[in-house]
């Protein structure tokens, strides 16, 4: 099951969550999810796993927008990813 929800911006910010109830990460692996091409579960295929891009690709946009992004999962109950976005607006870039 996959879920989100996006908080009510305030002048604190707004946090975007994503969270899913699949087989969770282990902690060891946890501050790796980040990294291009990374994969936790190698014997999984491309064609059904992925390919190790997404997560990489969501740091490096929130980070271009200024925000922080987070990930908190357990074996067994589900992975919870969240990107925060400060009070200020990111300012806007035009080509």
Known sequence: MLSSSKKIP???????T???TGIGIPPEYQARVFERFFRVDKSRS???GGTGLGL?????????HGAEIAVESEPGRGTTIS???GGQSAPLHTP
Do not use: L, N
């Open 10 to 16: 305030s002048d604190a910010g707004t946090t975007v």
């Open 18 to 20: 994503v969270k899913d």
């Open 46 to 48: 491309k064609a059904s």
């Open 56 to 64: 990489s690709i969501v740091k490096h946009i929130a980070q271009y």
């Open 83 to 85: 990107v925060s976005f």
